[in-house]
Each structure stands twice: as C-alpha cells, then as structure tokens.
C-alpha cells in the first residue's frame, strides 16, 4: 500500500460506500407517525388497513411491517440477517433458504456452462482446422450468435418439455457460441511455424491437438470462454423468473411480485456476490491455461 | 370369497386355483365385475346380426374397445368400497398465489391430502401459461387453474388439444375490479373508455366478467380500452408503477392494492353474477384413468377441504395457514379482509359482505356452457360447438356430487342452474340463441 498524495484505493472505496449508504439512509428516512389532525375514524381505517400499529406507549406509529417507497439500507440489512440465518431451511416446496437457491443457481448455471463450453471447445477445433468447412458454417454461426438465448425459451421449452432442463439449456445457448467462434478462430490463425515443427517432430494427432494446438490457441479460447461466462451469468436470472425454477433469479421475482423491495434489494446483492465469487473462481481457472509469449 | 358360501365343505381342500382367487384383490375383481357387466350391456343392446358378431369378439376384447370410449378404470375406482388404495401417493400440484386456491393450498398445511392418503405438495407457479405448460408436460401431477381453462386446453384453445377434467370448482365470487388511485370518480363502465386493464389470462373467468360488464355499458373491449394479460402476483406492482388503469383480479391482489394505497375496489365481481364461479381443481384425463385411485383421494381431498373452507367460522384459521411465504406470501391482514368479507374499500369505508367469496365445489355443467357461450363470444373459440358435450365431458358433476353425500356435505339436484349477469337470465340450453343475442362481440 502506497501512503503517497493520491491515498490508498481501500480508503477511497470504504469512503464511496458510507457515502452510498450513507446517503441512501437519508433518503429513506421517513417522519415519524403525527395523529394530529386526524379523527378516531380515519385512525381506525389506518390501523385495519395495517398503515399504523398502536405503540407500546400509547398512540400509533407506522406499520414497520409496510414498506412505503424504497427501504433505507437497515431495512435490507434486517432481511439480509433473516434470510441468511435460515440460509439451509426448507420450509416447503416453495420456500428453500437462500443457501439452497444460490447452489440451485450455481448448478444450473455450472451445467450449462461446461456443456456449452465442451461441445464448443470440440467443434470449434474442428472447424478451425478446416478452412473451407469454417467458411461455409460461419455465416450460420453469425446469424445465431446474436440471438438472445431467452428468445430460444419458448421453443426449448415446447421441445424439452421440462423446465428444468430448459433453464440449463438457455444457459447452454447463451455460453456455446461466443466460445466457438473464437476456438475456431484462435485455431485457425496459430502460428503456421508451430504445425511445420509439430509435422517435422511427426507427433501423431492426438498429441498434436494436445501439446500444439489446443496449448496454441489457449489464450483465445479463453477470452472466448470469459465472453460466454459473462453471458450466460446474464441469461440464468431471466431464465429462472420466467421458467418459475427456484434460484436467487427467481427470489428477485417472487419478491417483486410480493412487493417485498427490501427482499428485491437482497436478491440482486446476492446475484452479484454469486457472480463476483464466479467469477474470481473462472480467473484462477483461467490463469492456469495462460501463459505469456 | 363371496361366492363360495354356499358350499363351504369345499373349502376344506383348497385348490391352487381357489388360493390365486383369494390373492386377487378385490380391486382387480371389481374392475372385472365390471368389465364383465359393461361387455354384457353392449351385448344385449346390439341387434341380432351384431350380437352374434360381438360374442364372437369375446369380452375382452370387447372390454377394451369399449374402455377407449368410457374410462372403466375410473368406474370401478368409483365403486370400490372401502376405498383403493391409492396407486402413486407423492404428488406435486400446481398453485397460483392467489385466495382462489385456498381448498388445495390449504390442503397441505391443514392435513386434507394426508387425512385421504396422499403425500401431496403444492407447487408455486408465477402465472398461468406456466401453470397451462407444467399441467400439459406432466411436470406436476394436477393443478389449480381458472375455471375456463380445462375447457379451453381441451378444446385446443390456446394450447394443443389435451383432454383434462375439472372435477371441482374451487371458489365462487372473490374477484373484483380495482381502479388506480386517480380514477375516484368513475361510476359507469362509459367512464372508463380508453382504460387500460389487466386480466389475469385470456380464458379467464376475470376476462370474460369484465368484457361483460364494459360490454353491458356499451363500451366495446376489444375497440374501446386494452385489456392485457399480467400474471397477478404482478398486477399490484403494475397498477402502482402507473402502467394501467385498473384490473379485474383475484383477491388478495385487490386489496393489496388498498393495502399499499394504491388502488380502490370498484366493483366486486359478485355485483356482475353473484356465486359465479372463478377457479378450479384441474387434473389431465390421461392422469385420471391411469391413477385412478389417487385421482379418486385427490377428489375426495378436495371436495372435503372446499367446504371446510365453505365454512365462515374457519377463514381466519386459513387464512394464517395459507399466509406464509411457502404459500401466498401476504400480509396475514390483506388475506382476513378477503376471506371474512370485512374490508377497507380504498374511498375511506369499511365494507361488510361475508359473500366476498366463498368455496363451492360443485360444478354445474351451465357454468361451463356460458364459460364457453363468452369464449365464442369474443372469438376465442371458432366453428361450431357442441355446448353440453364439452361441459359434461370436463366438468364431473355427477362424480363431485356423489363424494360430497359419501362425505356428509350437501349435494344437488341436476346439473343445471339458473345464473343471473347484471339482470340477464341466462338459459344454458340455449347457448346459441344466448350467443346471438349480444349487440357487442367479435365473431367474425
């Protein structure tokens, strides 16, 4: 850590986040429940439409139950500390912790990301080492490439007829065409010199796509395959809100629906703690396929 | 060994033969009597020429061709007493989150399915095209699913066609049209010109009440407003965001709508056609006549747990059964203001009206006829219909019927009511004169 004029980075990120907070904690805040001005009558319509809850000491204050506009950070922290302390509770078919959706999200996402990523890997190589078949598919690689992967939903959904599957699929849609494109690419343009040695040194095939080709193209795949982690992280929430699969995905909805923001608030910060944990995991991955020229 | 009275000395030596009649269950000699009993009908009423043909066939044979038309499965289930033992237990049902489901969701928390023998568990779907795709694709085993929905799916209206049944209406009333905030001064359906609504879903009880209601005020809906279909759990949000003017909906999502402010009840749906009937219990044929016992259970579970709800001195007991976030995920308030019929209006009063909604199991087969009447109506079903077939094939009255005597709860005569709509009588063997009748429409 540097202690120069410029400060450290954490100092500056600790000091963004309390005036995020900070700021979002004012902006909530709401005035304290006033009875003046108002009759028995409306007080009791208030109070059977659950606005207002007679206080311990006598007279009313807000329902702390209803939300009125958008909670203060308390209020998400309150439900944070709720929903993580029942984290691996089943309450039901429909109410699982939030430890149990977030392994829901992460299996569904890590099926269809490694199956996209093997079959792209595999017909990527392919296509990459035949020019002329790489040419004539490439067209319908680019056609596909830039449809949403939720557009596909409906149809995998009549065909597959199960949800379930659909959703790994949709996943599998959005993660399989970048990773092929840039295999088939990565391989195509490998250095000419690295195939004349692998051919003087007479390596069979096998040993060629091992130590030469897929070593060669490595660090093309890669970027390949950190496009298709990113999209496919974007297409596992919409697919569990439409599809009605349980996952932190479906948590934002069915929070949503129920009007609970605190609850939406929760959901979204742990799709992204989710994605950041993937993430870092894909980079150590990552790293150790990669070398530098 | 009921035949074997008679000659009780025989029994002392007991035949191989007579010791495999003993093993078959009486399930499976029933279902023979019956087959038997059905082969002999269809024999006696052929003439001569034929008869000599259909003994030639043999029973069986018979027996079978037979059961392609009429489901003798589901007979002999019907007969057996005491009751067959159900041939799958673990079920999985279908549920939307809404106060309509409160028989089959309140069937799981308050024992109805265990007290009839089934591990049964509800299943939360986010709207009804999920609930119409996880019923066709047998992702759950039966299903909750608004009344003109089992007709539409096997009429092939919106879906493939798939046969399913609905052997049970689960509420009657409990709807109602709630308008935004700003719309306080409506009284007439003339007023709401150029609105901007939410249904629930095109074959919907909520659909066709309210094209009825703006149709009887001269306001024609597929001219004169937008009717769009929101799943409910999001039509509170979508009415406070300002996207729409206003809904007809299951309850509690309108009085959620005064509970956050808002909205106000217009309109109860009761006010249109009193006792009209809104969801229902649904269950594929295929599913009926190959599980016929448990289909049988599942029927008993939920005519029982229908007019347990019935009961106005239960709702508030339901009421905390079904709040829970596994369940309706409400506010316990929102959902007692339903169920009891005392509510806040969202214009400053509290209503009584203990008929807000109520639970009746029974489905007259005239419910599914002006279902399908409206269906026609506003172009939803083409060609011609044959009205009564339909509505006697999906709706099972007769079976409801004779569960709800087996049960000790009241049972009714014919299959036939007289419903009244906003002061029109409406004469179920009628339809098509009923049908023509209508000055706004969209038939081609």
Known sequence: MKTNGNGSPWMISVFLLVIFLGGWHLLTLRTSFDAKGKTEEQLQMLEFNGDIVRAEAGGYAWNPEKMKGVPGPLAVVEKARVELSEAFVIKGTNDHG?????????????????????????????LGLNRVLFRAVNPFIQVLKPISPLAWMPLLLYTVKDPKWTAVLVVFMAAVW????????????LKKEYLHVAAILQL???????????????PTIVNGLRIAFGSALVAVVPAEMLLGELGVGYLSWIEWNNLDIAGVIFAILVVGVVGVILDSGFNKLAGLVTYQE | MSDGDGNSSRTMAVSPRADAEKAESSDEHLERTIERAVAGAVIRAADPSRRRFLTAMGAAALTALVAELLPLKEFAAFA?????????TDLNIAFIPITCATPIIMAEPLGFYRKHGLNAKVKRAAGWAMVRDWAINKD????????????????GAGSVPVPFYMPAVENV???????????????TAADMKGFRFCVPFDYSMHNYLLRYFLAEGGVHPDKDVQIRVV?????????????VDGYLAPDPFNQRAVYENAGFIFKLSKEIWDKH???????????????????????RSIVDATNYASNPAHRKEIAEAIAPTNYLNQPVTVLEQVLTGTYADGLGAIKKDPGRIDFDPYPWHSMAIWIMTQMKRWGHLKGEVNYSAVAEQVYRAADCDRIAKELGYPTHQGVMAKHTIMGREFDATQPDAYVRSFKIHSMA
Not at chain 1, 98 to 121: D, H, K, N, Q, W
Not at chain 2, 141 to 154: G, K, N, Q, V
């Open chain 2, 173 to 187: 009333n409990g709807q109602a049209i709630t308008l935004h905030n700003k719309h306080k001064g409506v009284t």
């Open chain 2, 80 to 88: 057996a007493d005491p009751v067959g033992k159900p041939e799958k």
């Open chain 1, 204 to 218: 069979s095939w096998f040993k060629r796509l091992y130590r030469v080709i897929l070593p060669g193209a490595a």
């Open chain 2, 277 to 299: 009937p809104c969801c229902g219990f649904a269950i594929s044929k295929e599913f009926a006549s190959q599980y016929p016992n448990t289909f049988l259970a599942l029927f």
């Open chain 1, 98 to 126: 939030i430890g149990y959706l977030v392994l829901y999200t992460v299996s569904r996402f890590a099926g269809g990301f490694l199956a996209a990523s093997v079959v792209a890997i595999i017909f990527g190589v392919l």
């Open chain 2, 140 to 155: 759950v085993d039966a299903a909750h699913m608004l009344s003109p929905m089992p007709l539409a799916i096997t009429l």
């Open chain 2, 231 to 243: 799943p409910p759990p999001e039509m509170v949000a979508n009415l406070k965001a300002g996207n």
């Open chain 1, 178 to 189: 970048p990773t092929l494109a840039t295999t088939a690419f990565g391989v195509s343009s």
